[in-house]
């Protein structure tokens, strides 16, 4: 059961917890059913993310195999078998699909419900085909490849404001997509770092990179991020649905989160791993709650 569970990588799950920022954003995260219907897709999302890593770890296990750390993963170390790693991957599609078809029946108003969730499936499942395409080959091209990652975070807050019947703000998609690129350059980054120490490059596209293009890479992103946060907070749409002028406060978290993050990336030499990242670092937690914190008392409570 042990290597079942590191193959799924539940710890990786974080990641769609943005299936939860449409309803944080709109200000409706005390609506029950909204709630709900946000809970029900993050759970379904997770296991769809999981049937993908169970798809990848077979892609890559001849890759697996020659790398350090790697190589004591379920299916390369040979503890879990190619046809269990598919049996496994068709029962998390069946339970992300189960999963939603739970949320049509339990929720009030059903038909409104229903259509709601046969859109989050669809959502889902182009998330699906879209990691289904990168695991096979457009992780293999340099740039493109962390553009796809970012558009799959795209699809999840896609998917949490169908799921709540959320009309997504530009602000919002555009952020996502500016704060995965930016975090996905920095996982590119300890690639760079790695390949550099070893010489040999820990994925096919990781020869197109180096550190100088990836440091203004990271800069570019990092800097567009914030711009937009901070146009977001004063925008006149935002600041008449929230009825307050206050939400730029909250623009100090985002800033210390980046330079944090940045510092380890670049001087730790640590951001190979982001999700791991964020559930150790203490600095970026503290950032974190202070920002959901402040957040919800300038909306809810002032």
């Given amino acids: 059961m042990k290597n079942y569970i590191k193959l799924i990588r539940p710890k990786q799950w974080t990641k769609n917890l943005f299936v939860m920022l449409p309803l944080f954003f709109s200000g409706s995260l005390l609506d029950t059913t909204d709630l709900l219907s946000s809970i ?27 790398h350090p750390v790697k190589c004591n993963r379920p ?75 970012a558009f799959g975070f795209v699809l999840r807050i896609v998917a949490g404001g169908l799921a709540t019947d959320v009309v997504l703000s530009h602000w919002l998609v555009l952020m996502t997509f500016l704060l995965t690129l930016f975090l996905s350059f920095c996982k590119r980054r300890d690639d760079v770092l790695r390949m550099n120490e070893t010489g040999e490059a ?19 992103t990092g800097s567009i991020t914030l711009v937009c946060y901070i146009m977001y907070t004063v925008s006149p749409e935002v600041t008449a649905r929230f009825h307050t002028q206050y939400l730029y406060l909250t623009t100090v978290f985002v ?48």
């Fill in 40 to 66: 029900l897709t993050f759970f379904a999302f997770c296991f769809v993310a999981s049937s993908i890593y169970c798809l990848n770890d077979v892609i890559d296990m001849e890759a697996d195999r020659r």
């Fill in 75 to 149: 299916i390369a170390s040979g503890r879990i078998s190619v046809a269990k790693a598919y049996l496994l991957m068709g029962l998390l599609l069946v339970m992300a699909m189960l999963t939603l078809l739970l949320g049509a029946s339990i929720l009030e108003a059903p038909l409104g419900i229903q259509n709601q969730m046969f859109s989050v499936a669809m959502v889902i499942m182009s998330y699906w085909l879209l990691n289904l395409a990168y695991c096979t080959k457009l992780k293999e091209y340099a740039i493109i490849d962390v553009c796809v990652i």
């Fill in 202 to 220: 820990p994925r096919k596209n990781t020869i197109r990179y180096n550190l100088t293009f990836i440091n203004q890479v990271i800069t570019v």
């Fill in 255 to 302: 800033l210390l989160g980046l330079f944090r993050y940045l510092q380890i990336a670049v001087v730790d030499k640590k951001s190979g791993d982001p999700t791991k990242v964020i559930l150790r670092d203490h600095f970026i937690q503290l950032v974190v709650v202070g920002w959901v914190l402040t957040f919800l008392l300038i909306i809810y409570i002032l």
